[in-house]
């Protein structure tokens, strides 16, 4: 029965981000950190499926994220083999919004240099500014490179719920291939966890 709720449950908040696709759902997960992990494995095994069997077979991989994002990129770079110099961090406007123009240069300038680059966490509410990322802009360079884009949604991803600020906030969001969202709700002006992470996918 645990299953099945949370089959339901997740396919209910992937379609409020525009995941209606045939295998629109996710997972849980036990907080924001594991649900960016697991978005990189997946993004790999997507990918590269041959990993799975070969390891990196000496490629260097890249992943992106803005210079506030959430430090548990870094983190999964070292436990999955990367190396937490594999993560680049992606200047910010002054808004602490990522700028999406110097991600394409970066991105270039890393295929240029022999890595590969495969993967692009941008975030939806940082923890420094709660800043969201442009992620229709962010979405057109993953598209065109052939990039995983996750939206670290931990922090901010709940405006979904919102139709007003989400139209405002998350526009493109439908675009990602996985977003991270930590559902909560407020009784009595205090905010309560109702679940637990979830990792929403296309």
């Known amino acids: 029965m645990l299953t099945l709720i949370e089959k339901h449950t997740t396919r209910g908040l992937a379609s409020l981000f525009g995941f209606n696709g045939q295998f629109g759902g996710g997972i849980s997960q036990n907080g924001g950190s594991a649900s960016n992990q697991t978005s990189i494995i997946i993004a790999r095994n997507t990918l590269f499926p041959e990993t799975k069997d070969n390891g990196y077979s000496g490629q260097r991989f ?45 991105v270039k300038e890393v295929k240029e240099a022999g890595e590969v680059p495969f993967y692009v966490n941008a975030t939806a509410g940082t923890t420094v500014l709660g ?72």
């Open 62 to 106: 890249v992943l992106f994220t803005s210079t506030h994002g959430h430090y548990s990129l870094e983190k999964a770079a070292q436990m999955f083999g990367f190396g937490s110099k594999a993560v680049r961090s992606v200047p910010v406007d002054e808004r602490g919004c990522m700028i999406a123009s110097e991600l394409a240069r970066m």
């Open 131 to 202: 800043s969201f990322d442009p992620f229709a802009e962010i979405a057109d360079i993953c598209h065109h490179e052939n990039l995983w884009l996750h939206i670290d949604g931990s922090w901010g991803g709940p405006v979904v719920f919102s139709k007003k600020l989400r139209e405002k906030r998350l526009r493109g969001c439908e675009r990602a291939d996985s977003i991270a969202i930590t559902p909560v709700r407020t009784f009595k002006g205090q905010t309560i966890h109702v679940s637990g992470e979830f990792m929403n996918f296309h």
